[in-house]
């Protein structure tokens, strides 16, 4: 049976539900930072409307990183998080992903690399010695190429595709 931490139900994601759940005509965008690294929870905090989800060692670049992609619209998911998620999506044996639109450059395929890695911005532009304009640029592009809506599309397909 599945271990259930007493707030998943009540407590901070009931705060969550109430600024940001599928219900709230104008969602505040939330992010969940905590000390408890259940899928469980995960899941529960992602359903009640947060955009991010965080465990509280992320440090403050990632905090950071966090609050800026919540407040354009999209999530970012603590990269110890994110890999396992990615592994319980794919592991329902969904059909494979399609092939980009345009082939990915090698730039690209580093970037999303990255991405698959539950890496932020700012560690893939440091990892490639890039700024975080010209990362954002390539996200931009890999995201066309493919038809993804956000990170957590990207790093599935990578998944998918067996880049890492």
Do not use: C, Q
Not at 3 to 11: E, I, L, Q, S, W
Not at 59 to 80: K, M, T
Not at 137 to 164: C, D, F, P, Q, Y
Request: no cysteine; proline share 7%.
């Amino acid at each position: 049976m599945p271990v259930r931490h007493p707030d998943a139900g009540d407590g901070r994601l009931a705060a969550t539900r109430a600024l940001a759940g599928p219900d709230i005509v104008d969602p505040l965008p939330v992010i969940v930072i905590t000390t408890f690294d259940l899928d469980e929870y995960v899941y529960e905090a992602l359903r009640s409307g947060a955009r991010g989800f965080l465990l509280k060692d992320a440090g403050p670049v990632l905090l950071a990183e966090a609050v800026r992609a919540a407040a354009r619209g999209d999530a970012l998911i603590d990269p110890n998080v994110t890999v396992r998620l990615i592994e319980a999506f794919t592991a329902g044996g969904s059909e494979p992903a399609a092939p980009p639109s345009s082939p990915l450059t090698d730039r690209e395929e580093a970037v999303l690399a990255g991405v698959a890695r539950g890496l932020g911005n700012s560690e893939i532009g440091d990892e490639l010695h890039v700024s975080l304009s010209t990362v954002k640029t390539h996200l931009a592009s890999i995201m066309t190429k493919l038809g993804a809506r956000n990170r957590v599309e990207l790093a599935i397909w990578a998944h998918e595709r067996g880049r890492r």
